[in-house]
């Protein structure tokens, strides 16, 4: 029992993160808390930017300076208050950088029981020693192959590899492998130093020339005297010369960008580690076996296969018996889970976003935890409906531990269960940031400026699609890929196509595939595939120079008398650029401060205050706002602002069709969720006026919206269609099928008992396929109440 003094709820006051309004909540702790609202509307700011930010502000503050910057921090919440918050645990879908050593039993721990049962119970050949448990993980200097170091393959720096082209001379970039900029330079300077001629072809270089250059382990430093370069002197300098092997080498293993990875393994040759055969572990550890199959035989069986294989030894009390029955126990959450077609060798980075938090979900409920907040961000994510009560069932079990959950989450059938809802909206962007309502579920039928209201309490039907006729077929031949194995599948063409089936059926795959192949048909002629990768990489990228519009608006800026006046040309007003930008910031619009013992920190500039500009180019303005100014405009606002220009006014109301009229201009690619990625990308699709012959191909395309956004989304498909188009979506959402003309059912299971197509035709006839896992779902689809409208689309 609760003692009576102790107040059962998380209380917070006046919060701003983001588009929050200062808000006021309650939340009650040891419950299932559901954040719902449309897509922008500030949940996400509340349960993550505000509650679990808070949560680990506290911590922190309890940890010593020295070990704070060995933990990821979040921002400090702008918030006045908040009470009664226990520990925190974020399970969001983020990754950290991809490794091709983290996998599906190193982020679940169960490979840690996998090799202790090898270790205590697996049968070693007759004379061998026993091996400690570390001597069956490649990550460890007792386990790694001692040829690859643990990694399967041998990656090698060939001077083929690294001089692609032997007709160029070194100054002429011959060694593809240098890194570029100045730190090229250098290298090539050091060498004219050294006495090598870095102006005939590589090829006519001495042998022993290009071998030193090339693979030596000698690091001579020299004093560089830099040639003259366009009326600049520069100063000389000790420069240390490293070979171009140790370079390209040291990039691939110990670069944290993965993009400096790929661009280093493109100068890399690869083959099969001879010594282990791409197994990974010293010879030692691959002749134990158990139930007569190696460690790397039992870490690549899908997890539901692992499970019956340990089955008959868990019964017992030796160690066979006992680490089995662990093993089992574990196994069997993230079956639960729908994720019993995934190996326990399965590379982190190969997971999407909701496999990993579901993951990690399961390792939660075996941690025996209590009394902590969860925070999981929409953990329904790539998941089947077959499997969404699986998902809600271990929720409850986290709750009913002593814990609670927080979830923001779009799924209807998942939020109709939980204890208590904070919904939040009406709108997106400046339109929202309110709680609507919070609360147990009923009452928020009374609420009516909800959005949310009428997906759980639907009032009133809506139409059923009428199916449209394909204008033609595409058939693809022998599709393999992954589980896809010699797969024929015939694709109708000038109809909208969803491809359903349980997680890890296949439906990905096939996209993929179909992406593939569809290129070489002549009755297409693009092949667009819309995925959910990020616009841009660094925070330079936004919305407006992805869509282009931003060239548009630099030459109105350009073409004012104020700018003709100083000569201003559309360049000025890029903060790309010297000239126009802020050179304190060089047009980040923040600087970086680093911290004794603490992680670098960002902080608004102190010269532009984050307006990225100089004072100069922020004089001028456009119907009374600067260059800054426009950028920090929202979709809908800047729609209104530019309504008499014709190009930037189409690629506004484009947006606004796909649902993003709460973006600003300015805002940062890395600050856009991959939804958001993915409608940003659809509508420059939607801005052409050639549509007719084109593929369009979408990869769960609703993850991370809102019902009512949803609508939104599938209005446009259809528009596509409608124009010519033929579009084929890979979806969870029963509500897109049932809206479709051709579904296409993957399964039966997932992993290798899927890969094959179940079922076929229109949304009415999948949903009487008696072998279909999705045809109950699809035909509770067909026949559900829904709305026509909601106050957003009114």
């Known amino acids: 029992m609760r003692s009576p003094e102790v107040d059962p709820y998380v209380r917070v006051r006046r919060a701003r993160v983001h588009n929050l309004r200062g808000v006021d909540v309650v939340l009650p702790r040891d419950a299932l808390v559901a954040f719902t609202g449309v897509s922008g509307s500030g949940k996400s700011s509340l349960a993550f930017g505000t509650l679990y930010a808070d949560s680990q502000r506290r911590y922190l503050e309890s940890v010593a300076p020295y070990a704070r910057r060995l933990l990821q921090q979040v921002e400090t919440p702008d918030v006045d208050e908040v009470t009664g918050l226990p520990p925190a645990v974020a399970l969001g879908q983020r990754r950290a950088v991809p490794s091709s050593r983290s996998s599906v039993g190193t982020v679940t721990a169960m490979s840690n029981y996998l090799r202790m049962l090898l270790s205590r119970a697996g049968r070693y050949p007759e004379g061998a020693a026993h091996l400690d448990s570390n001597a069956f993980s490649p990550n460890t200097v007792e386990g790694a192959c001692p040829q690859c170091h643990g990694m399967g393959t041998l990656y090698e720096a060939t001077e083929k590899s690294m001089v692609p082209d032997p007709g160029l001379s070194i100054r002429d970039g011959a060694i593809a492998s240098w890194p570029g900029a100045w730190h090229g330079k250098n290298l090539r300077d050091i060498l004219a130093t050294l006495g090598y001629d870095i102006d005939i072809p590589w090829r006519d270089l001495p042998a022993e020339a290009r071998q030193w250059i090339l693979f030596t382990e000698e690091r001579p430093v020299v004093t560089?005297?830099?040639?003259?370069?366009?009326?600049r002197i520069q100063r000389s300098y000790e420069g240390i010369y490293t070979s171009a092997k140790?370079?390209?080498?040291?990039?691939?293993?110990?670069?944290?960008?993965?993009?400096?990875?790929?661009?280093?393994?493109?100068?890399?040759?690869?083959?099969?580690?001879?010594?282990?055969?791409?197994?990974r572990l010293r010879p030692e550890a691959l002749a134990v076996t158990f139930g007569g199959r190696t460690i790397t035989e039992l870490a690549s069986l899908p997890l539901a296969e692992l499970a019956e294989v340990l089955r008959p030894h868990a019964s017992g009390d030796d160690a066979a018996a006992v680490l089995s029955r662990d093993l089992i126990a574990r196994i069997e959450v993230p079956v639960e889970l729908g994720l019993g077609y995934l190996s326990m060798s399965r590379e982190s980075p190969t997971l999407s976003g909701g496999e990993l938090q579901r993951l990690r979900l399961g390792t939660q409920l075996r941690s025996?935890?209590?009394?902590?907040?969860?925070?999981?961000?929409?953990?329904?994510?790539?998941?089947?409906?077959?499997?969404?009560?699986a998902l809600t069932s271990v929720l409850m079990r986290l709750r009913d531990s002593g814990n609670s959950v927080f979830l923001v989450e779009h799924d209807m059938d998942v939020v109709r269960q939980a204890d208590w809802i904070v919904d939040v909206g009406p709108g997106a962007g400046t339109a929202g940031g309110h709680v609507?309502?919070?609360?147990?579920?009923?009452?928020?039928?009374?609420?009516?400026?909800?959005?949310?209201?009428?997906?759980?309490f639907p009032d009133s039907v809506e139409p059923q699609h009428i199916p449209r006729k394909p204008t033609g077929a595409l058939k693809l031949r022998n599709l393999t890929e992954h589980n896809l194995h010699a797969l024929d599948v015939e694709l109708p063409l000038g109809v909208l196509t969803v491809i359903t089936g349980v997680s890890g059926s296949g439906k990905s795959t096939l996209?993929?595939?179909?992406?593939?192949?569809?290129?070489?048909e002549s009755t297409i002629d693009r092949v667009v595939e819309v995925d959910q990768q990020p616009i841009g990489r660094t925070p330079r990228s936004n919305l407006a120079t992805y869509t282009g519009l931003f060239d548009?608006?630099?030459?109105?800026?350009?073409?004012?008398?104020?700018?003709?006046?100083?000569?201003?040309?559309?360049?000025?007003?890029?903060?790309?650029?010297?000239?126009?930008?802020?050179?304190?910031?060089?047009?980040?619009?923040?600087?970086t401060v680093e911290l004794l013992f603490l992680p670098s920190t960002y902080t608004p500039c102190p010269t532009c205050h984050g307006a990225r500009y100089n004072p100069d180019t922020l004089e001028i303005t456009y119907r009374d706002n600067n260059i800054a100014q426009v950028l920090d405009l929202t979709v809908d606002e800047a729609t209104d602002f530019l309504s008499d220009t014709p190009a930037p006014h189409r690629a506004l109301t484009t947006l606004q069709r796909v649902g993003l009229g709460y973006l600003r201009l300015g805002q940062p690619a890395t600050e856009l969720s991959g939804g958001e990625a993915q409608r940003v990308k659809l509508a420059s699709e939607l801005q052409r006026t050639k549509r007719a012959?084109?593929?369009?191909?979408?990869?769960?395309?609703?993850?991370?919206?809102?019902?009512?956004?949803?609508?939104?989304?599938?209005?446009?498909?259809?528009?596509?269609?409608?124009?010519g188009a033929t579009v084929i979506i890979a979806e969870h959402d029963m509500t897109v099928a049932a809206k479709s003309d051709h579904i296409i059912d993957m399964g039966p299971g997932g992993g290798q008992d899927g890969g094959q197509v179940v079922a076929q035709g229109t949304p009415a006839k999948v949903a009487r396929s008696p072998r279909s896992r999705t045809a109950p779902y699809l035909s509770a689809a067909l026949a559900r109440r829904a709305p026509l409208t909601t106050p957003a689309q009114a």
């Open 511 to 520: 996209l993929h595939a179909i992406s593939r192949q569809a290129t070489a």
């Open 552 to 591: 548009t608006v630099r030459k109105l800026f350009a073409a004012t008398p104020a700018a003709k006046q100083r000569r201003y040309g559309a360049g000025r007003f890029s903060f790309n650029v010297a000239g126009g930008r802020c050179e304190t910031c060089q047009g980040e619009g923040y600087v």
């Open 693 to 723: 012959a084109t593929l369009y191909l979408l990869d769960e395309p609703t993850t991370g919206l809102h019902p009512a956004d949803t609508e939104v989304l599938v209005r446009q498909l259809h528009s596509l269609v409608d124009a």
């Open 246 to 279: 140790d370079l390209v080498l040291r990039a691939f293993s110990e670069s944290k960008s993965e993009a400096r990875r790929k661009s280093a393994a493109q100068f890399l040759t690869t083959r099969t580690c001879p010594l282990c055969h791409g197994e």
């Open 224 to 231: 560089v005297r830099p040639q003259r370069e366009a009326g």
């Open 436 to 456: 609507l309502y919070s609360g147990p579920l009923d009452a928020l039928r009374e609420i009516q400026n909800s959005a949310t209201r009428h997906y759980l």
């Open 368 to 389: 025996g935890l209590f009394g902590v907040v969860y925070v999981l961000d929409e953990p329904s994510a790539g998941l089947h409906p077959a499997d969404t009560a």
